[in-house]
């Protein structure tokens, strides 16, 4: 069985940081791509970040370009992404995700899931 298991999100207040941390287990971990996508009430599910398995490709959206930054470690099977510079538009639920090899902008490319970190930042 696979679990993708979202850690690390909370309250902040804007210009503050955070680290969110995605566990995994059941799956070969050095063979996926990971993503983190974020979803806020009403909106569509976006990728913020990204990384390819073999740690040479990422990818950022422009909103988290300069602020976040994605990492993985292939011994732990975890992915990370350090948020600074937080804005209260960064207010969603962020999800990690799976897809074997390559990154995908879509999230309906990704095969699985972990199930949410809500992230909160106040103005």
């Known amino acids: 069985q696979v679990l993708l298991a979202e850690s690390g999100g909370g309250l902040v207040q804007a210009g503050g940081s955070l680290r969110l941390s995605c566990a995994t287990s059941?799956?070969?971990?050095?063979?996926?791509?990971m993503g983190w996508f974020r979803q806020a009430p009403g909106k569509e599910r976006d990728l913020v970040a990204a990384?390819?398995?073999?740690?040479?490709?990422?990818y950022y959206a422009d909103s988290a370009k300069g602020r976040f930054t994605i990492s993985r470690d292939n011994v732990k099977n975890t992915v990370t992404l350090q948020m600074n510079s937080l804005k209260p538009e960064d207010t969603a639920v962020y999800y990690c995700?799976?897809?074997?090899?390559?990154?995908?902008?879509?999230?309906?490319?990704?095969?699985?899931w972990g199930q949410g970190t809500q992230v909160t930042v106040s103005s």
């Open positions: 059941g799956l070969t971990f050095s063979v996926y791509a």
């Open positions: 990384i390819n398995w073999s740690d040479t490709s990422t």
């Open positions: 995700a799976a897809r074997r090899l390559v990154y995908s902008r879509q999230y309906s490319q990704y095969d699985y």
